[in-house]
């Protein structure tokens, strides 16, 4: 029988106007301790970000979204942060924040394959859904 994982994962999401407080799911975040497992991926969608503001700075974004992934890899190459434990990270990417780049509130799951968690959770949380092509 194959082990079972728990892991920890938030949402990732963009908030143009904060002040409306409408979003897109734009990415992931993962922390298992059991597989040593912190991992981000982000996928943007840039018509549904400008449907919600045809003013959005999408280069300035994206350099934000990047740093997500740097901190979940970890190293020098994220800063102070970057030094910190998977968990510590994990816990500092998904603190409360009143800004442009946000998270969900952290959902816990068990898996039995980390290695195609991120993939289910982008198609299931961030990925538009497909209608089925008309007969």
Same mark, same amino acid.
């Given at each position: 029988?194959?082990?079972?994982?728990t892991?920890?994962?938030?949402?990732?999401?963009?908030?143009?106007?904060?002040?409306? &407080?409408?979003?897109?799911?734009? $990415?992931?975040?993962?922390? #298992?301790?059991?597989?040593?497992?912190?991992?981000?991926?982000?996928?943007? =969608?840039?018509?549904?970000?400008?449907?919600?503001?045809?003013h959005?700075?999408?280069?300035?974004?994206r350099?934000?979204?990047?740093?997500?992934p740097?901190? #979940?890899?970890?190293? =020098?190459?994220?800063?102070?942060?970057?030094r910190?434990?998977?968990?510590?990270?994990?816990?500092?990417?998904?603190?409360?924040?009143?800004?442009?780049?946000?998270?969900?509130?952290?959902?816990? $799951?068990? #898996?039995? =394959?980390?290695?195609?968690?991120?993939?289910?959770?982008?198609?299931?949380m961030?990925?538009?859904?497909?209608?089925? &092509?008309?007969?």
């Amino acid at each position: 029988m194959r082990d079972h994982f728990t892991y920890d994962y938030a949402i990732i999401r963009v908030v143009p106007r904060v002040e409306r &407080a409408e979003f897109v799911n734009v $990415g992931v975040i993962v922390s #298992c301790q059991q597989d040593d497992l912190l991992e981000a991926r982000i996928e943007l =969608d840039n018509a549904r970000l400008f449907a919600l503001d045809p003013h959005l700075d999408l280069d300035a974004v994206r350099e934000h979204l990047a740093a997500i992934p740097a901190i #979940c890899r970890g190293g =020098d190459a994220a800063g102070p942060i970057g030094r910190l434990s998977r968990r510590e990270r994990f816990d500092w990417l998904v603190a409360p924040r009143s800004t442009m780049i946000q998270t969900s509130p952290v959902h816990s $799951g068990r #898996c039995v =394959d980390t290695a195609t968690l991120i993939e289910h959770l982008l198609q299931t949380m961030v990925r538009t859904p497909r209608t089925p &092509a008309s007969k």
